[in-house]
Structure formats: structure tokens, C-alpha cells
């Protein structure tokens, strides 16, 4: 590890692989400050947990907007450069209202207040998130490519370690700290990243995004399009379908040469105004976005995985609620779940690369959510406290079912990386690849307000949790949906192809 760790250094310099373990250091550490948040919100505000999760479900919407970042940075450059003037500005914004939430109590206070600052702060973690996959992307690229699975590696090493050390500090914090110090404590991640992108030298790029962006887009469109026909051919034996595909080809190609010209025309030249360059750019980027994204062989497994997560609601700060107020789980103790969660979610990857991989994608994402139905089952026999009747102590229950949940969730969303990667035709991977982590993002997002929906239907609150193994049932029930709806994901896609 330590002789990888040099040949990086060596590769691509001590200050950018600084800036990127940091910045995945502190998207793990978030837990460090978002457990305060969940004890900010049912402690000294008071809300319910159907409002606590619709005020996570807003806050955390901007990572279903990835893209809008990628396209900013890679068609609107500052200053002639595309990612260090992005990052700063993404870490001011993740800086700032994490230092106005510490220093001034009433704001944090504040329902509205409160909503829109931890809004504000995720939507610069997620811009950093895009800036800095992008970076890497730029970075391996031609004859650095060898260094890219170690590069990633790194960075996912990088962001477990800061998960386990949020989640193990911040259990001692919640237990020791006020939330207000908890907040600036955080604050010094940030503050310390935007300094070392100082440290990293970007090149001007000029004017040159454009037309290099259309060009390349709709070429290797092209051939995605080409390739993506003749998989189809080959599965559809009628040779009147061929004919057919091969004048849309054809049809096809004519287009993209129209196109081309279309691109040339809008390069940069004296006397252009440079606010209408960056429509024209984005406005090519979003088309060329869209005209990849409506093909059947990406839209149907991308719709499964948002439907996975819309199918079934989220009820975890409604169990976040019971096992604090009900089951009097300490602070300190959230922060050894967390920990096991992330244990087990390193468990699941190497579980997955292990025995999963070539397996059917179809079977595997069955079985998830057949292993996910019986995880549930663990919430059912804590909320009707039959593990108290057996003699297990609520605290082992929760851990193992952290542990496991984590783990077979890993089966789920490892495909989905894996998947995600595949179906990006070359020319447009980065941004592509963040509208498919944008479409998982908002899922969740989605099926958090369904969650918040029945918790409210069910008029479960702080102190009355009557209805809540109903709401768990429910939850079982929909669990079952997406293996119903698998006849959307390739018939014959294994776990790595």
C-alpha cells in the first residue's frame, strides 16, 4: 500500500493526491456532523419523525442534480479553468453554513433557517463530489490510465476511513459537546480544503469547450448508437429489423455530419460574445445528455433502479426515533452502529467482487431484495419486542441488522456502479455518469418523503409508535415490488458485464 501510495505521489503530484483523499476523507466524515443534525432536529426542535425526514429529504436533494454540476464545469470555465475555481466555490459553500449553524444558535434554531443552510451545505459536497470524480477522470487519463484503479482505490479507502472516524467521534461528541461546538468542530474539514486548493495547479483550457464537446459527443454517440444496434440484431433474427436499423444508421450518420458543421460554426472566434458561446455549449451538452440517456438500453435499468428505491418507503428516522426515545439508545452507542455499517458495507464489496460478480444480474438483484425483506424482519421483532422474549438485547439486534443491511445493500448498489459505467457512451461519460448517480440519489430522495408520507398517514410521532410495526409490514410488502419489475434490467447482464 505504502509503495502504491508513492508511485501516486510520483504520478500525479503530492498536493492533487492530497486534495482528493481529503475531500473523500470528509465526505465519509460527514457522519460526524449529521448525527448532530438528526439530535438537533428531534431534541431541541422538536419535530416528528415524518418532518425530520422531510427536512433530510430537501436537504439532501441537491445530490439529484449532479449533473447540472458537471455540466457548469466542463462548458462554463473560470477564468480558463474548469475545476479548481468549481471546487472553491463548492467548499465555501460547504463551509460557510456550518460555521453560521455554530456560532449563531438561533439559526439552527430555526425550522426554515436550519432547512436551508444544510441545503446549501450539500449542495457544495455534491458539487466537490462531481469536481473532484472529474479531476480523477482527467487525470488517469492517456498514459496515467494504469494508475486509475489504484487512484479510486485510494479514494474509497479514503472515505471509509473518514466514515468509521465521523462515526466513532461523533459518538463521543454527541455524549461530551454541545451541537453548536459539534458544527464548528466540522467546520475545520472544510477550512482546510479550501486551502489546499491553493496548492493545486490547473492549465487555462482557452475556448476550446465547445466544439471539441459537441464534436466528440455526437461521434462517439454515433458509434455507441451503432453498437448498441447491432447487440440488437444479433438478438433479433429477422433480417427485415436489420434493414431497417442500418437505414437509421445511415440516417444517423447524416445528422451527426450536420451536426459536426452545426459545431464548427460555434467555436470561438473574434468578436463572438462569449455569454452566448456558453449557451450554445450548454445547450449541446443537455441535448446530447438527453439523446444518450432515452435509449431503451440505458433508460430501462436506470428506471429500476429509481423505481427499487420510490417502491418502498423509507422509514429509517422513524426508527432512528423509536430506538432513542423508546429503546433510550444513547448517543454514543449510534456512533458503534455507524462503524459496523461501514464495516459491513466494506464486507458487502468484498462479498460482491468475491462470489457475486458473474453471477446473473437479475438473480443477484432478486436476492438482494429477498435478503433485504428479511432484514426487515429484525425491525419486526424489535418494534413487537420478541427479542426481549427470546432474551437478545435490543443493542445486539440493531448492530447485526446495521451490519447485514449495509452489507446485502452493497449487493444492490455495486451493480449499479458497475452497470452505470457500461452503459456511458465514450465522449460524455462523466456527466452521464452523474445523471445515473443522480437518478439513484433522488430515488432515495423520493422513496425518504413516501417514508415520511405513511409515517404521517400512520400518525406515528415522538412518544406514540403504535402504528409503526403496521408501517413496517408495509415497508416488508413493498420490498418485493422491484423483483416484480426486473423484466426492465438485460436479460442475460451478469454482475460485471
Known amino acids: 500500500m505504502i509503495q502504491c501510495i508513492k508511485q501516486l505521489k510520483t504520478a500525479f503530484g503530492l498536493a492533487f493526491l492530497w486534495l482528493v483523499c481529503l475531500i473523500y476523507f470528509t465526505q465519509g466524515f460527514r457522519s460526524f456532523v449529521w448525527t448532530a443534525v438528526s439530535y438537533q432536529l428531534k431534541d431541541r426542535l422538536k419535530l416528528s419523525p415524518s418532518a425530520s425526514q422531510f427536512v433530510f429529504s430537501v436537504s439532501f436533494f441537491p445530490w439529484s442534480i449532479k449533473p447540472i454540476y458537471g455540466i457548469l464545469s466542463d462548458c462554463i470555465p473560470i477564468k480558463g479553468k474548469k475545476r479548481i475555481p468549481y471546487l472553491v466555490i463548492s467548499t465555501v459553500m460547504s463551509l460557510v453554513p456550518w460555521l453560521i449553524l455554530g456560532i449563531n444558535a438561533s439559526t439552527s434554531s430555526s425550522i426554515g433557517h436550519l432547512m436551508i443552510l444544510l441545503t446549501l451545505q450539500n449542495l457544495g459536497s455534491a458539487m466537490a463530489d462531481v469536481v473532484v470524480d472529474a479531476m480523477i477522470a482527467e487525470a488517469v487519463q492517456f498514459e496515467k490510465a494504469s494508475f486509475a484503479g489504484d487512484l479510486q482505490s485510494l479514494s474509497w479507502l479514503s472515505m471509509a476511513f473518514g466514515g468509521v472516524c465521523g462515526s466513532l467521534l461523533g459518538g463521543y461528541a454527541l455524549t461530551n459537546l454541545e451541537i453548536d461546538i459539534i458544527f464548528l468542530l466540522f467546520s475545520i474539514l472544510p477550512a482546510i480544503q479550501l486551502f489546499s486548493c491553493g496548492l493545486v495547479e490547473e492549465s487555462s483550457m482557452g475556448g476550446e469547450v465547445l466544439s471539441d464537446f459537441c464534436i466528440s459527443s ?131 464489496t468484498f462479498t460482491y467482487n468475491q462470489y457475486l460478480k458473474k453471477m446473473k444480474l437479475r438473480r443477484i438483484l432478486a436476492l438482494t431484495h429477498i435478503g433485504l425483506a428479511f432484514l426487515n424482519l429484525f425491525d419486526v421483532i424489535l418494534v413487537s419486542r420478541t427479542n426481549v422474549a427470546v432474551g437478545v438485547s435490543d443493542k445486539i439486534l440493531v448492530l447485526c441488522g446495521s451490519a447485514l443491511s449495509d452489507a446485502v445493500n452493497q449487493f444492490k448498489f455495486m451493480p449499479f456502479l458497475i452497470l452505470s459505467g457500461q452503459l456511458c457512451p465514450p465522449g460524455i461519460e462523466g456527466t452521464l455518469f452523474a445523471l445515473f448517480m443522480s437518478i439513484n440519489n433522488f430515488g432515495s430522495t423520493v422513496g425518504s418523503f413516501v417514508g415520511a408520507g405513511l409515517a404521517s398517514i400512520l400518525n406515528i410521532s415522538s412518544g406514540s409508535f403504535d402504528n409503526l410495526l403496521l408501517g413496517i409490514n408495509i415497508q416488508l410488502f413493498c420490498t418485493f415490488i422491484p423483483v416484480v419489475l426486473l423484466f426492465l434490467i438485460p436479460k442475460e447482464a451478469t454482475g460485471i458485464a
Open 218 to 348: 455526437d461521434s462517439h454517440h454515433l458509434n455507441g448508437k451503432a453498437n448498441d444496434l447491432d447487440e440488437d440484431s444479433s438478438l433479433e433474427k429477422k433480417s427485415n429489423v436489420s434493414t431497417r436499423k442500418r437505414k437509421k444508421i445511415q440516417k444517423k450518420s447524416k445528422k451527426t455530419q450536420l451536426t459536426r458543421r452545426k459545431a464548427q460554426t460555434l467555436s470561438p472566434g473574434k468578436g463572438e460574445s462569449l455569454p452566448l458561446l456558453w449557451f450554445q455549449s450548454l445547450k449541446y451538452a443537455t441535448y446530447n445528455l438527453y439523446r444518450a440517456f432515452k435509449q431503451p438500453m440505458i433508460l430501462r435499468p436506470m428506471a429500476w433502479f429509481f423505481l427499487a428505491h420510490v417502491t418502498v418507503p423509507n422509514l429509517s428516522t422513524v426508527m432512528f426515533y423509536y430506538q432513542t426515545e423508546f429503546l433510550k439508545l444513547e448517543a454514543s452507542f449510534w456512533g458503534t452502529v455507524r462503524v459496523i455499517g461501514w464495516l459491513g458495507l466494506m464486507l458487502g
